[in-house]
């Protein structure tokens, strides 16, 4: 089934068109956001500063990679329910509901960066022009729509009466997003306001997702803890790979056993170099703050952090452990860099930075990864497929499970390497096979 079909039958089926404004159109939940409310049937207005996206989404460029957005873009453009602009008072004239989709960076104390936020909500004080639903979807800490009601209050305006506050967190996974926009698990809506509430669930009940209203302060609290149960089944199953090596079981078979338990499920237990990208550590982290500064010390939590710091060196100790004490002069080549498959997306992504590790040991690098340009900002030498980054290579390290690599053509992989040692760090290979092709093969968990 393609994409068009996969979305068809949710075009237009919202009860009523309305006037939407997305702050933050341009960028990764914006975006998303943005072209699928317009594809429910309403028009909506994208805002964001960085025009060079704005520029290419006018034209229906993704921006980004992420499977049926361009097809959506497009279509929806076509039919007028969705333009883009960089001029907040233009997006926000006939807006009933702005949706805030701006990023909220890590500060270097694991705390989140408010900074886009205050900036939306000094905007919408200087601009809202009439009563509007303001349902931020950017994941921020418990509390944070305190200041921006704070931020508003300087200037003039009054909650309940020009406008008022939801909490409506994004669930999205890169590379399913566009799916996950339409298939939700469920939508949640926390607010004081009834009315706000019942506006914004009207947007997402063609959806027939679960829809949940609670409070604002429950609605940021289950994005974050959300986020860090995910974590913690990643750094869970990477502990139980590690002592399946120690015991010479297959974690491929204990995560098959594992799963079929309905309490369980099979989802994020998948062994390898540990959780990373623009989310999951920097919410974790963000959830390690806000305890620390209710006066509570989140021992568990920050174990998950420290387990998943541990899982990259115990990925490392594999490479010295086939090569030796010293890597300097070693070519290793690297497959993967971004920070799972499906996505071009490389932002906090443990790969680069074990690139950049081996690099500053003195390992000669080249790196392949589908979805990542030669012109990005990665150490090592960029190779123009995975066999030009085996060529002559000590070692080939796997680090992203594209289905690319499991693709490949082994026995080539083998010939134009100089020794046959392989470091698995996704599973992406059956290890038997990889033996009788000559690889000195070593995974996560595997025998």
């Not at 886009?116 to 921020?140: F, M, P």
Request: contains cysteine; hydrophobic residues 40%; glycine residues 10%.
């Amino acid at each position: 089934m393609s994409d068009e079909e996969r979305y068809a039958k949710f075009e237009v089926t919202a009860p009523r068109a309305l006037p939407i404004a997305v702050v933050g159109g341009a960028g990764y939940v914006g975006s998303i956001t943005a072209v699928g409310l317009a594809h429910l049937g309403h028009h909506v207005v994208g805002v964001d500063v960085n025009r060079e996206r704005l520029a290419q989404l006018t034209e229906g460029i993704a921006p980004f990679h992420e499977p049926g957005l361009a097809a959506l873009l497009g279509a929806n453009l076509a039919a007028g329910r969705i333009r883009f602009t960089d001029a907040l008072p233009e997006a926000l004239a006939e807006a009933k509901v702005v949706f805030v989709a701006v990023n909220t960076p890590r500060r270097d104390n694991g705390e989140a960066d408010l900074s886009h936020i205050i900036d939306v909500a000094t905007g919408l004080g200087r601009h809202l022009q009439r009563y509007t639903v303001v349902a931020v979807k950017s994941t921020v800490p418990v509390g944070a729509h305190l200041t921006m009601r704070r931020v508003l209050e300087q200037f003039g305006r009054r909650e309940g009466a020009d406008y008022d506050l939801v909490a409506n967190p994004e669930f999205l996974r890169e590379g399913f997003a566009v799916h996950d926009f339409f298939y939700p698990d469920r939508v949640i809506i926390g607010g004081q306001s009834a009315d706000a509430k019942a506006l914004v669930r009207e947007l997402f009940e063609p959806l027939a997702a679960p829809i949940i209203e609670t409070t604002i302060e429950n609605a940021q609290m289950t994005k974050y803890a959300a986020n860090a149960f995910l974590a913690m089944r990643v750094s869970f199953i990477n502990e139980i790979a590690n002592i399946c090596e120690g015991v010479g079981a297959d974690i491929k078979d204990v995560v098959h056993g594992l799963g079929y338990d309905r309490r369980i499920g099979h989802d994020y237990l998948r062994p390898g170099i540990g959780f990373s990208g623009p989310c999951l550590p920097k919410d974790l982290e963000g959830l390690i703050r806000l305890a620390e500064d209710s006066g509570y010390e989140p021992f568990f939590l920050k174990s998950i952090l420290e387990k998943n710091e541990h899982q990259r060196r115990h990925i490392l100790g594999k490479v010295y452990g086939l090569l030796g004490t010293s890597l300097y002069g070693r070519r290793i080549g690297v497959l993967g860099l971004t920070f799972k498959q499906g996505t071009d997306d490389i932002r906090n992504s443990t790969a680069p930075e074990i690139v950049d590790y081996l690099v500053r040991r003195g390992a000669e690098v080249r790196t392949y990864d589908p979805m990542v340009g030669p012109d990005t900002a990665v150490a090592g030498r960029p190779a123009k497929s995975p066999y030009e980054a085996a060529a002559g290579a000590d070692l080939l390290l796997l680090l992203t499970s594209w289905d690319e690599f499991r693709a490949l053509d082994l026995e080539r992989i083998r010939r134009e390497m100089r020794l046959p040692n392989l470091v698995d760090g996704v599973n992406a290979l059956d290890p038997a096979a990889m033996r009788r092709l000559g690889f000195t093969y070593v995974g996560v968990g595997r025998p």
